[in-house]
C-alpha cells in the first residue's frame, strides 16, 4: 500500500505565497457536447499587456522564492565542473581529411573544426564568433562528397528558424546565404556538389494565416543561384503538415524521397534513378505508400539497397536488394528481428584490405547498448563487441570510400561522452579521443529495475544512487527525482548527465522511467502509450513512484517528478492525477491544454501522436487526461515550477502560463506554484552558461521540497 503524504502538517507553519491576480473569464467552449471552461484563455496572448504584467509579477515571485534557496549556488558550481570536460564528436571523413565538433572548457558553444591530411587543424565555424551574445546556434552541417563545400544552418535566439549557408571550406568564406524557411532541412548534395536538394517551407504570403510554420516541399538547389529559381521536385498537393526526407546515394544515381505525416510513426517512401533523367526531373516510382509502418533505404558501395523497416518486425529488420526493384518479395532478410533487441543504425566496413566485408549492427536491451559484428554477405553473427559498460552509443561513422575503421560515441550516466574506435583489421574496439577537458565524476551505482504498471505490465527503471546504496533500498528513505518522457518513440537511453551527477553526489537518488510511449521495446511499445492509449504512460509513471515509495527507496515528501515538452504533459498528468504522491514537481516547455494544443506552436504536427480534438471520440481521450483541464479546486497540490522558454517555437509557453494560474487559483497548500520565464532561448539549444544557470534553480527547488541538503551530504562524507 502506497503511503499517504503528510504535507499538510509539515506545511503547516508555512506562509502560501501572495501570488499576482489573474483574472478568471468567463470563456466556455462547447466541443462535441461537452461544456469546456477555459477562465485563463486571456493569458495565451503574450503581446497583451495584461498577459506581460503577470509575467514580470511572476517573475518578481519566484525571484522572491528563489532568494529562500540556499543551495544554488552549490549546484552552480557542482554544474560547472562536470560540463568542464567539453565535447568532442566522432569524424566525418571526406577523403583524407575530416571534419568533428568540439567544445574546450570554457567555451559556450561547439565549434566545428577541419582537420587537414597533415594533422592541422583549423576552426570553420564557431558560432561565438558569429555571435558573441551567444544567442546563435549551428543548427546542423553537411559537407560535400569530397569536402570542399559545406552546407550549414544556424538559427538565433532560440527559433529554431533555420537558415542554409554553403562556405567554399578551402577559403572559408560563404558562397551563398542564407536562404530562409529552412528549419528541420535534410541537405542531399548531389555528386558534382553543383546542387543540393532540400526541404523549404512555402513563403508565409502563399499559404494560409496561422500555417507560416507548415507547408514544407522539396527543392533542388543550385549553388549561387536566386532560391525563387529552385526546381520544385516534390510536395505538391501533399498535407500541409507533413515533413519530407532527402537523399542521394554517395555515387548520385539513386535519390529518396520520404514524407511523413507529422511526427507519425510511418512513412511513405519513394526512390529515382537520377542516371535516367537528370536531378531536375527524377521519375520517383514507390516502395511504399499508405503502409503503416517506417522503412528507410540506403545504398551501400557494393550497388545493393539495404531496406530498414519496422513492417511486421516492431523491433525492427533488415533486408537488402536490388534498387531497381525494392517491393517485398524482391528483398532478402540480411538481419532478422530479434525477440529481445531493437535494431537501431548499422554500418558497413568492405574496405579491400579486409578478408571479408562486414556489418556491425547496433541495437538496445531495455534502452542499454549493444554491438553486433556480422558477415555482409550473409548477415550470420560473427561477434559481439564489449563496450566500456552500460550505456549508449551513437551514430557509427566510417570512410565514405571505403575501410576498415569506424568510430562512434560511447556513453552512460557516469562516463563523459567519448569516441570509440573499432578496426576491422585487428578486431579492436579503443578510445580514439576524449573530450579535451579533465573531470572527476563522482562514483555512483547504476541499476535498472523491474516493476509492474495498472495493468501489469513490465517497465524498466533506472535507478542512480549514491554508491553504497548500491542497487538497494537505502537504509532510510533519500530525497528523489523521478525523470520520464513517455512518447513520440523517443528512448531513455543512459547518458552523462551534469544534473543527475551533482544530485545523487549530494545524497540523493536520481530515477529515469521507461514507459510507454518510448521503443525501449519497439515499435509497439511506442504505440501501447499514444492516441487512445495516452493514459498507460501516466500509469507507467505513477506506478514507478508508487514502487520507489513502497519499496523504502523515498517518500511522497521527498519525491519530486521533472520532464519537458512531452514529459511536461507527463508529469502535469501525474500530478493532477495523484497530487498526494509527490513533494514537487518540475514542469519545462510543457504541453497542458490537450484541448488546445493544435492551435499553436508546432502542434498541428503531433496530432498523429496525441489524437485531434476535432474529431469526438479522440476530443474524449485529450479531455480525459488534459492536465490543465483536470486542475480542481480544494485540491492540496505539489509545489511546481515551470520552466519556459519566450523564444520557443515548438512548443507555446501558453500552455505553462495558463496552467500556473489554475493551480495559483486552486491550491490549498503552502507550497510555493511557481513559473520561471527566460527570454531568447527556446526549445532546443542553448549556450552553456545558459544551461548551468537552469539546471541550477532546478535543482535548488527540488532539493528546497524534498530536504535535500548537499552541505550536510558534504560534512557527512567528510567524517
Known amino acids: 500500500m502506497t503511503k499517504s503524504s503528510d504535507r499538510s502538517a509539515s506545511d503547516a507553519g508555512a506562509i502560501a505565497p501572495q501570488y499576482p491576480a489573474a483574472f478568471r473569464a468567463d470563456v466556455v467552449d462547447e466541443l462535441h457536447g461537452t461544456a469546456v471552461p477555459d477562465p485563463y484563455r486571456w493569458l495565451e496572448d503574450r503581446t497583451d499587456s495584461a498577459t506581460q504584467h503577470w509575467i514580470d509579477s511572476q517573475g518578481a515571485l519566484f525571484a522572491q522564492q528563489r532568494a529562500t534557496w540556499d543551495s544554488v549556488e552549490h549546484w552552480h558550481a557542482r554544474l560547472e565542473t562536470f560540463l568542464g570536460s567539453g565535447t568532442i564528436s566522432p569524424p566525418v571523413w571526406r577523403g583524407e581529411r575530416y571534419f568533428y565538433m568540439r567544445r574546450n572548457p570554457g567555451q559556450e558553444h561547439a565549434v ?15 558560432p561565438a564568433a558569429l555571435d558573441p551574445n551567444g544567442l546563435t546556434t549551428l543548427d546542423g552541417w553537411q559537407p560535400d562528397t569530397s569536402g570542399r563545400r559545406l552546407a550549414y544552418q544556424i538559427s538565433v535566439g532560440g527559433t529554431e528558424e533555420s537558415a542554409v549557408y554553403v562556405m567554399d571550406v578551402d577559403t572559408g568564406e560563404n558562397v551563398e546565404g542564407p536562404i530562409d524557411r529552412a528549419r528541420y532541412s535534410p541537405i542531399a548534395w548531389l555528386e558534382d556538389a553543383s546542387a543540393y536538394y532540400y526541404v523549404r517551407r512555402l513563403p508565409p504570403e502563399q499559404v494560409p494565416r496561422g500555417e507560416e510554420q507548415f507547408h514544407r516541399r522539396v527543392w533542388l538547389h543550385r549553388v549561387g543561384d536566386d532560391p525563387d529559381n529552385d526546381v520544385l521536385i516534390f510536395g505538391e498537393g501533399r498535407k500541409a503538415t507533413e515533413y519530407f526526407g532527402v537523399s542521394v546515394s554517395r555515387d548520385g544515381q539513386w535519390l529518396t524521397v520520404s514524407a511523413s505525416e507529422g511526427t507519425a510513426p510511418r512513412n511513405d517512401l519513394w526512390i529515382a534513378d537520377l542516371s535516367l533523367t537528370g536531378p531536375e526531373a527524377p521519375e520517383l516510382r514507390p516502395v511504399q505508400v499508405g503502409v503503416d509502418a517506417h522503412t528507410s533505404v540506403h545504398i551501400g558501395r557494393d550497388g545493393r ?35 529481445d533487441s531493437v535494431l537501431e543504425n548499422y554500418a558497413i566496413l568492405d574496405g579491400p584490405e579486409l578478408d571479408q566485408p562486414i556489418m556491425l549492427v547496433s541495437w538496445t536491451v531495455h534502452a542499454v547498448a549493444v554491438v553486433t559484428v556480422h558477415d555482409l554477405a550473409t548477415g550470420e553473427q560473427i561477434d559481439t563487441l564489449a563496450l566500456p559498460g552500460v550505456g549508449t552509443i551513437g551514430p557509427m561513422r566510417g570512410h565514405p570510400e571505403g575501410g576498415h575503421e569506424l568510430w562512434f560515441v560511447y556513453t552512460d550516466y557516469a562516463t563523459v561522452p567519448r569516441v570509440l574506435k573499432f578496426d576491422a583489421l585487428t578486431n579492436d574496439l579503443t578510445v580514439d579521443s576524449y573530450p579535451p577537458g579533465f573531470v572527476e565524476v563522482p562514483k555512483i551505482s547504476s541499476t535498472i529495475h523491474t516493476y509492474q504498471s495498472k495493468d501489469g505490465t513490465d517497465v524498466r527503471l533506472m535507478v542512480l544512487s549514491p554508491a553504497e546504496v548500491d542497487g538497494r533500498p537505502p537504509a532510510k528513505p533519500l530525497p528523489t527525482v523521478l525523470y520520464g518522457y513517455g512518447g513520440f518513440g523517443v528512448s531513455m537511453a543512459p547518458s552523462y548527465s551534469p544534473s543527475i551527477l551533482a544530485w545523487v553526489e549530494a545524497g540523493g537518488i536520481y ?83 490537450m484541448v488546445r494544443y493544435e492551435g499553436s506552436g508546432l502542434g498541428a504536427t503531433w496530432n498523429v501522436e496525441y489524437g485531434s480534438a476535432e474529431d469526438a471520440e479522440q476530443f474524449g481521450w485529450l479531455h480525459a487526461y488534459s492536465p490543465y483541464h483536470r486542475v480542481v479546486e480544494g485540491t492540496e497540490y505539489p509545489s511546481t515550477l515551470f520552466t519556459v522558454f519566450d ?63 548537499p552541505a550536510t551530504h558534504e560534512d557527512d562524507s567528510e567524517e
Not at 566545428?112 to 564557431?126: H, I, N, S, W, Y
Not at 492525477?577 to 491544454?593: I, T
Open 112 to 126: 566545428l573544426t577541419l582537420v587537414e591530411p597533415t594533422g592541422a587543424e583549423r576552426v570553420l565555424l564557431d
Open 305 to 339: 539497397a539495404y531496406i530498414y523497416t519496422d513492417l511486421d518486425a516492431q523491433r525492427g529488420k533488415l533486408s537488402v536488394a536490388d534498387p531497381s526493384d525494392l517491393s517485398p518479395e524482391a528483398r532478402r532478410e540480411l538481419i532478422a528481428e530479434r525477440e
Open 647 to 709: 523564444s520557443d517555437t515548438r512548443v507555446d509557453p501558453m500552455h505553462a502560463r495558463k496552467m500556473c494560474a489554475a493551480l495559483q487559483h486552486s491550491t490549498t497548500a503552502s507550497a510555493p506554484i511557481l513559473i520561471r520565464t527566460e527570454a531568447d532561448v527556446g526549445h532546443g539549444a542553448r549556450s552553456v552558461s545558459r544551461s548551468i544557470d537552469l539546471s541550477s534553480d532546478v535543482l535548488a527547488f527540488m532539493a528546497a521540497v524534498t530536504g535535500l541538503d
Open 511 to 593: 530515477t529515469v522511467a521507461c514507459l510507454r510511449g518510448g521503443t525501449e521495446e519497439g515499435e509497439w511499445w511506442h504505440r501501447d502509450g499514444m492516441l487512445g492509449k495516452k493514459q498507460n504512460v501516466f500509469d507507467d509513471f505513477i506506478a514507478a513512484a508508487e514502487w520507489l515509495i513502497d519499496d523504502g527507496w523515498t517518500t511522497p515528501d521527498q519525491l519530486v517528478i521533472s520532464g519537458g515538452s512531452n514529459g511536461g504533459l507527463l508529469v502535469g498528468a501525474a500530478m493532477t492525477q495523484r497530487p498526494e504522491l509527490f513533494a514537487g514537481v518540475h514542469c519545462s516547455a510543457p504541453l497542458l491544454d
